[in-house]
């Protein structure tokens, strides 16, 4: 398994991940990205700062997308948190997405594995990592939690007026 920073070429391949992901979460009753989030341009955004990548198996299919952005973070702005870290540089994982067809075997968590890992090695100066998930989205908190993320606050209406989030925290230094 391993990831590699998306280009623009990429843009309609991970619209077509998150796309899935939204249809994944609509079927399982979760109103998470049911809006206009994450949206074309956004991820663009993304691509552009260097914040996107595509994650294949070992056979070169790509299998999933994810965003990790640098600090600071504005979506965090009006968490109702108890940060961990309050001072050192940061990473937000945002827009995490396993493609349907691929699911079922393991990949989300393998992705977690190799993201966690390759901030640690690459980037000593990142004393942590912070993701955010709905409160309905059960299948996320579980593997937040497997990733031993803390829970540390929850913020409202940041994606979506409607839209309720728990944030997670993991110190990696």
Same mark, same amino acid.
């Given at each position: 398994?391993?990831?590699?920073? @998306?280009?623009?070429?990429? *843009? ?25 989030? #994450? ?22 299919? /790509?299998?999933?997308?994810? @965003? ?5 973070? @504005? ?10 870290? /309050? ?36 980037? #000593? ?8 998930? !709905? ?6 908190? !579980? *593997? ?5 993320? %803390? ?9 979506? #007026? ?6 997670? %925290?993991?110190?990696?230094?």
């Amino acid at each position: 398994m391993y990831f590699k920073q @998306a280009t623009l070429d990429d *843009l309609d391949t991970i619209i077509d991940i998150l796309s899935d992901g939204r249809n994944q979460l609509a079927e399982a009753g979760v109103n998470q990205w049911q809006g206009d989030y #994450p949206s074309r341009k956004q991820i663009t955004a993304d691509i552009m700062q260097g914040a996107a990548y595509l994650f294949n198996a070992d056979d070169n299919a /790509t299998v999933g997308a994810v @965003a990790v952005v640098p600090s600071p973070d @504005a979506t965090y702005d009006t968490a109702d948190a108890t940060w961990l870290n /309050t001072t050192d540089p940061y990473v937000v994982i945002h827009r995490v997405a396993i493609h349907s067809s691929h699911a079922g075997h393991g990949y989300a968590t393998q992705l977690f594995e190799k993201i966690i890992a390759h901030i640690t090695k690459e980037h #000593p100066e990142i004393k942590s990592i912070r993701i955010d998930t !709905h409160t309905d989205n059960m299948a996320m908190q !579980h *593997l937040i939690a497997k990733m031993n993320f %803390e829970r540390v606050g929850k913020m409202d209406g940041v994606y979506h #007026p409607d839209d309720a989030c728990f944030v997670y %925290e993991k110190i990696i230094r």
